[in-house]
Nanobody
Framework: VQLQASGGGLVQAGGSLRLSCAAS????????MGWFRQAPGKEREFVAA????????YYADSVKGRFTISRDNPKNTVYLQMNRLKPEDTAVYYC???????????????WGQGTQVTVSS
């Protein structure tokens, strides 16, 4: 299983970025795909998740209303559209896949390599 995250970069506060996570190596129809982030000196935290088959979505309170998770089934890709970015969103963002779902990193068996998002004030 491979998860390839991309789309990070430097953006000013109030701006937008779209992260992509290309998944390969197995069928993900029964999986929950998640996005997590980790800032320097902090623990990895849940951002958003989506059930691949049903499309049900889940968000951390800190990003609700600003971030949108979606998936493209034919492309086996999950996206995280991030709008109205704030300096506190600065972190390395990771995509993950698991069958349990939820907000704990322990529930996800597969991880991508991470992509840096930096929001300047």
């Amino acid at each position: 299983v491979q998860l390839q995250a991309s789309g990070g970069g430097l953006v000013q506060a109030g701006g937008s970025l779209r992260l992509s996570c290309a998944a390969s190596g197995r069928t993900f129809s029964t999986y929950i795909m998640g996005w997590f982030r980790q800032a320097p000196g902090k623990e990895r935290e849940f951002v958003a998740a989506i059930r691949w088959s049903a499309g049900s979505t889940y968000y951390a309170d800190s990003v609700k209303g600003r971030f949108t998770i979606s998936r493209d089934n034919p492309k086996n890709t999950v996206y995280l559209q991030m709008n109205r970015l704030k300096p506190e969103d600065t972190a390395v963002y990771y995509c993950a896949a698991g069958t349990l779902g939820g907000s704990s990193p322990l529930a996800y068996a597969y991880w991508g390599q991470g992509t840096q998002v930096t929001v300047s004030s």
